[in-house]
């Protein structure tokens, strides 16, 4: 005899086989809402990932400008005085002719007097070995760059020609220019230790910027190696570069001044100092400029 299920069992198993339905029912609707949140990723990340990746790269490529910026920002404000005082343009000692007589006393040698003679051995052998093989390991204020025959002889005709004063030819991009500054650079370091500092102008941010990183790539320098205390300052205002000198001649140092090629015209304060290189642009290079 046969027994027929209680209807207790009955709606027990009536009632497990709806839960089991139900249960494939969410597990299925869970599926598709984990499609759609994989879908709507998706396109999140193809509408602005690609947005914000290229912005983090424009970030990221400013970084060092912006950086350097402000570093040049702190310059101006320690150069900054509430009185105003007259600047008094001082004549080089170049501007005075040279005392006649049967027995002139020597002058001293050194950039004050704006000429090179006794030093004109070691500046000649330290360009001739510019023009070897780069040394990649300088250390650095070394020259770690090739100088070519052309900006070696840029180079003594400043030296010895013009005594350290005066405008030479651009070599025609300014990354070119900083090596000849650099190899300038490394030589009077040689001659005076750290009792000089290289003052360069250049009225644009992006200028500077270029200024920057072909210095440090040529001598081998640090962020830190410029700025107000240390070997290099860079200026976008001939006023404060000017300032500056001034304070550093008051502590019996001496400014090196660079003039960027972008420079269409040098302030008559400038040319009081005793040592600096302006480069004159072509057309070419004045025309690329213009971007800026």
């Not at 086989?17 to 193809?46: D, F, H, V, Y």
Request: charge should be negative; include cysteine.
């Amino acid at each position: 005899m046969t027994d027929d299920p209680s209807p207790e069992q009955a709606w027990s198993d009536l009632a497990l086989t709806e839960l089991r339905e139900r249960r494939e029912a969410l597990l299925q609707e869970i599926g598709q809402l984990e499609t759609r949140r994989s879908q709507i990723q998706k396109e999140i990340e193809t509408s602005f990932a690609g947005q914000a990746d290229a912005m983090a790269r424009r970030i990221k490529g400013f970084q060092d400008y912006l950086v350097g910026a402000l570093q040049d920002l702190a310059v101006a404000a320690e150069q900054v005085e509430l009185v105003p005082q007259q600047l008094l343009v001082q004549p080089s000692p170049l501007d005075h002719p040279a005392p006649t007589g049967t027995s002139p006393e020597p002058a001293p040698a050194g950039p004050t007097t704006g000429l090179f003679s006794q030093d004109e051995a070691l500046i000649r052998e330290r360009l001739a070995g510019f023009g070897g093989q780069p040394d990649f390991y300088a250390d650095p204020w070394q020259l770690r760059r090739t100088l070519d025959p052309g900006g070696a002889a840029l180079l003594a005709d400043w030296f010895f020609s013009q005594g350290g004063r005066g405008a030479q030819a651009s070599c025609g991009s300014r990354s070119r220019n900083a090596l000849v500054a650099a190899a300038a650079i490394a030589i009077l370091g040689e001659l005076y230790g750290e009792r000089f500092q290289t003052l360069v102008l250049a009225s644009q941010p992006e200028r500077l910027g270029e200024w920057r990183r072909g210095l440090q790539d040529c001598l081998g320098l640090e962020r830190e190696d410029f700025g107000p205390s240390s070997g290099i300052v860079l200026f976008e205002r001939a006023d404060a570069l000017v300032e500056r000198a001034d304070r550093l001649e008051e502590r019996n140092e001496l400014p090196f001044i660079v003039i960027d090629a972008g420079e269409l015209t040098i302030e008559v304060p400038i040319l009081q100092f005793p040592l600096w290189l302006t480069f004159a642009a072509g057309p070419g290079e004045i025309d690329s400029d213009a971007a800026y």
